[in-house]
């Protein structure tokens, strides 16, 4: 590894002048000058490279598996990390646990020191800012030993901004620990369709104040830790029934209603300073009407995001990968409008090579000028200062030690998670459950696959929890989708039980019929939506409902203390829940939720 002296040597000093700035963004333009000069070195092959964020595959940067090292040839064209920072320069990388970069905490400290000594190695070589997608809830990339927390839904059923900042300062410090500096997180979209099927549960609710305040005080948290953060997905991905990873989403809001419920967000992260902005791959004629996805809109990168908000960070793209954003348009041209519209970083672009090209040429054939590339690349080298890149651009064994899954931050994790769980129902007061009446329990139900891929199953989890907590619980998996067979195995094993517990994952009629059958067993039922609130709404004969909004451990566990008295449920409902039978009616309000003690 490079010493620190070759470090700043090698970005021509601008590390030292840059060091002392902190993460106040009032002192980023007071740099601009060294920053500029810096620029001003770099070939326009160099500045095409810093503009992209690329995934890659491996635990090392420079010997990873052979299966990785096959699947970066095929995807990549190169064999390594260290290989595709040498051909394409890029300037940021994205981490994922499907491509084998993170296995644990050491192994990604390690990771992230080679492709920082890969890249500053390079002549001219800058720090690469790697990033990944650590949203917690359902959408996590570094599993266990790290700290897991609640997800945004859950956060918004505690409602305590303290605990959102709490959340953004612990999962920031664990990061910068293993050398993970941006953070694409937190969703800033408020979630008023309970069919969004991509957003959901990773927003914090449906009243767009209170999203706006966690928001907020996330990124304060995120951005303490010297953690870049990122708000998502501008302009607002909350209200639609399409998948952007597979489709083209249209948001059919009016412009009046976008200012009052979608861009209150956004506003309240800008004045948090948030330090990057994720687009949406969706349509928005009411902000544009030409029928393009945000992320190539002009008029609403450039118009609204940086003119009318008053925006001047970086703005990195969705995945250029998804669907919606290769739906209008080829995969040379995205880049390529996206930079257009106002665009800084381009995320994982299907072909690393056919993008980096396209841009390439574009500059060269005059439809981009240099200026243009130097724009973005003075924000993006803005922020890599601010996040001391130049200055320490490594981690350490002994930080990643001292840090990542320190028993205060675990034990301040359970503690958030313990006001989250909210109680919908509980009727003739089941809940708490009384070991010496309801000693010996039944856990069935979905067992999705864990978010972190470290943790689960559910029914495993929950079991586990409520074993420890003085109950004799067995699992029995159904799945999301329980066959007959299934239904009539539970039911069977149901009859041996004092009570049973089910937990629901966005309730299929298979499921439902499986709960019912249980409920008409005699036993008390107690179901627990591991996902989103509004399967409550489908099962009305459910003695007790309880809502974790998430299948991870650290949720299951603080539903197993509510179940078993341990703790007190004081989530409350951050989304409205409608009626089965009728939609348009509210069966259960924005705040809703019940307690032990009424």
């Not at 409902?573 to 309000?589: E, F, G, N, S, T």
Request: aromatic residues 6%; neutral net charge; contains cysteine.
């Amino acid at each position: 590894m490079p010493s620190r002296r070759t470090v700043l040597a090698a970005t021509a000093g601008v590390a030292a002048s840059l060091a002392v700035s902190g993460t106040a963004h009032a002192d980023d333009k007071k740099h601009d000058k060294q920053l500029r000069s810096l620029i001003s070195r770099m070939t326009l092959e160099e500045k095409v490279g810093q503009l992209f964020v690329m995934r890659v595959y491996g635990h090392s940067a420079t010997a990873p598996d052979q299966a990785d090292i096959d699947a970066n040839l095929k995807e990549i064209g190169v064999r390594t990390a260290a290989e595709m920072i040498a051909r394409y320069r890029v300037g940021g990388i994205i981490y994922f646990t499907w491509a084998h970069n993170t296995r644990d905490p050491h192994q990604i400290a390690d990771l992230s020191n080679g492709i920082q000594k890969a890249s500053l190695q390079q002549p001219r070589g800058l720090p690469v800012l790697i990033s990944t997608d650590q949203e917690h809830g359902i959408v996590c990339r570094v599993g266990e030993p790290a700290t897991l927390f609640p997800g945004a839904m859950a956060i918004g059923a505690d409602g305590s901004r303290k605990d959102a900042r709490t959340l953004g300062r612990i999962a920031g410090q664990e990061l910068r620990a293993i050398g993970i500096r941006q953070n694409y997180s937190p969703v800033a979209d408020v979630n008023v369709n309970p069919a969004n099927p991509v957003i959901g549960v990773r927003s914090f609710g449906a009243d767009p104040q209170k999203v706006a305040g966690l928001v907020a005080a996330e990124v304060a948290g995120y951005q303490g830790a010297r953690v870049a953060a990122t708000a998502k997905h501008f302009p607002g991905h909350g209200d639609t029934a399409v998948d952007s990873h597979y489709g083209f989403p249209v948001i059919t809001h009016s412009r009046e209603l976008w200012e009052k419920l979608d861009a209150v967000p956004f506003r309240a992260a800008i004045r948090a300073g948030i330090d990057s902005i994720m687009t949406a791959h969706i349509q928005f004629p009411a902000l544009d009407a030409s029928g393009d996805p945000a992320t190539l809109s002009h008029p609403i990168l450039t118009g609204i995001l940086r003119g009318e908000l008053g925006y001047d960070g970086v703005v990195v793209t969705d995945s250029l990968g998804m669907e919606g954003v290769r739906t209008k348009y080829g995969d040379d041209r995205v880049p390529v409008l996206a930079l257009k519209a106002g665009v800084d970083q381009l995320l994982n672009p299907p072909s690393l090579d056919v993008a980096w090209h396209a841009v390439l040429k574009a500059v060269r054939d005059g439809e981009l000028t240099e200026a243009r590339l130097d724009e973005s690349i003075l924000r993006i080298l803005r922020l890599k200062a601010r996040l001391r890149l130049f200055e320490e651009p490594y981690v350490s064994h002994g930080g990643v030690t001292r840090t990542v899954g320190a028993p205060a931050h675990l034990a301040a994790a359970d503690r958030i998670a313990e006001r989250t769980t909210t109680l919908l129902v509980n009727e003739q007061r089941l809940l708490p459950l009384d070991r010496r009446t309801h000693r010996k329990l039944l856990v069935v139900g979905a067992d999705p696959a864990s978010p972190s891929g470290t943790t689960g199953p559910p029914t495993g989890v929950l079991a586990a929890a409520l074993t420890e907590l003085g109950f004799t619980a067995t699992a029995l998996p159904t799945g999301t989708a329980p066959s007959a067979a299934t239904v009539a195995q539970a039911v069977a094993a149901a009859q041996d039980a004092d009570a049973v517990i089910v937990g629901t994952y966005n309730i299929t009629a298979a499921q439902k019929t499986l709960v019912e059958r249980l409920v008409a067993t005699g036993r008390p039922v107690v179901a627990v939506a591991i996902r989103n609130p509004y399967d409550v709404a489908q099962l009305p004969s459910v003695p007790a409902y309880l809502a974790s909004y998430s299948w991870t451990d650290v949720e299951l566990r603080a539903a197993a203390r509510v179940i078993a008295g341990q703790a007190a449920p004081r989530g409350r409902l951050p989304v409205p829940v409608q009626r089965a039978d009728d939609p348009a009616k509210v069966l259960y309000p924005v705040g809703y939720g019940l307690s032990y003690d009424r």
